[in-house]
C-alpha cells in the first residue's frame, strides 16, 4: 500500500522567496513520485515527476523536487516566488503493480504575498 | 490534443435527481480514472478503468454510483438518486502506457 503526508495544509511565502512544499511517502515498492498543481476552478496539471535515474528532477515554472530515499521525502522547491505561482499544490505516488493508479496527499495551498 | 473533455462543467441538480457526468479522454490513452474531490475529503479515486474494463471501483462510495466505459473514448459516471452530500467537483483523467495522468477540467456539481 502506498500513502501521501504533506506537512502544511496551507504555506504563505513573499513574492521573490523560496518556496519549500514538503512530501513524504511510504511505499512497499520503489515509488514513482509526482507533484501536480490545481489552479482555482481547473483541473490538475503535471509540474514534475520522478520514475526511476537522477533524484533532482525539474519541472514547469521553475520548480524540481528531490527523491530522497533514505528519508522518504519528495519536497518541491522554486528559487524565488511569483505571485501566479498561488495555488493548491498536490503530491502523489503510484501503486503497486500493472495499473499504477496514483495516491494524492491532501494538499497544499500556497499564497504569495506581495 | 484537445486533452481530456469532461461535460458538463457545472451541473445544479435536487435532490433525489439522476446525473450522469461525462468523459472523453485523450485519443491512444488506454486508462481513465473517476475522481472526486471535496473539502473534506480531498481527492479520492472512484473508479478507474484500464482498456475499457473496470479494475477497481473499490472507491465508488456506495450503489447509487456507477460508471460505464463503452468504448476507448467515452466514459459516463451516473448517480442515481443523487443526495447533497454527492455535491463536490469530479475529476476525469486518462493515462497511456506511461505514468502521467492527465486530468480534466472536472464537472462542479451541487446537489441542492
Known amino acids: 500500500a502506498q500513502s501521501v503526508t504533506q506537512l502544511g495544509s496551507h504555506v504563505s511565502v513573499s513574492e521573490g522567496a523560496l518556496v519549500l512544499l514538503r512530501c513524504n511517502y511510504s511505499?512497499?515498492?520503489?515509488?514513482?513520485l509526482f507533484w501536480y498543481v490545481q489552479y482555482p476552478n481547473q483541473g490538475l496539471q503535471l509540474l514534475l515527476k520522478?520514475?526511476?535515474?537522477?533524484?533532482l528532477v525539474k519541472g514547469i515554472n521553475g520548480f524540481e523536487a528531490e527523491f530522497k530515499k533514505s528519508e522518504t521525502s519528495f519536497h518541491l522547491t522554486k528559487p524565488s516566488a511569483h505571485m501566479s505561482d498561488a495555488a493548491e499544490y498536490f503530491c502523489?505516488?503510484?501503486?503497486?503493480?500493472?495499473?499504477?493508479?496514483?495516491?494524492f496527499g491532501s494538499g497544499t495551498q500556497l499564497t504569495v504575498l506581495p | 490534443d484537445a486533452g481530456v473533455i469532461q461535460s458538463p462543467r457545472h451541473e445544479v441538480t435536487e435532490m433525489g435527481q439522476e446525473v450522469t457526468l461525462r468523459c472523453k479522454p485523450i485519443?491512444?490513452?488506454?486508462?481513465l480514472f473517476w475522481y472526486r474531490q471535496t473539502m473534506m475529503r480531498g481527492l479520492e479515486l472512484l473508479i478507474y478503468?484500464?482498456?475499457?474494463?473496470?479494475?477497481?471501483d473499490s472507491g465508488m462510495p456506495e450503489d447509487r454510483f456507477s460508471a460505464k466505459m463503452p468504448n476507448a473514448s467515452f466514459s459516463t459516471l451516473k448517480i442515481q438518486p443523487s443526495e447533497p452530500r454527492d455535491s463536490a467537483v469530479y475529476f476525469c483523467?486518462?493515462?497511456?502506457?506511461?505514468?502521467?495522468?492527465?486530468f480534466g477540467p472536472g464537472t462542479r456539481l451541487t446537489v441542492l
Open positions: 483523467a486518462s493515462r497511456s502506457s506511461g505514468n502521467e495522468q492527465f
Open positions: 511505499s512497499s515498492v520503489p515509488p514513482y
Open positions: 520522478y520514475t526511476t535515474g537522477a533524484t
Open positions: 502523489a505516488v503510484t501503486g503497486g503493480g500493472s495499473a499504477r493508479q496514483l495516491t
Open positions: 485519443s491512444g490513452h488506454n486508462s
Open positions: 478503468f484500464n482498456n475499457n474494463v473496470p479494475i477497481d
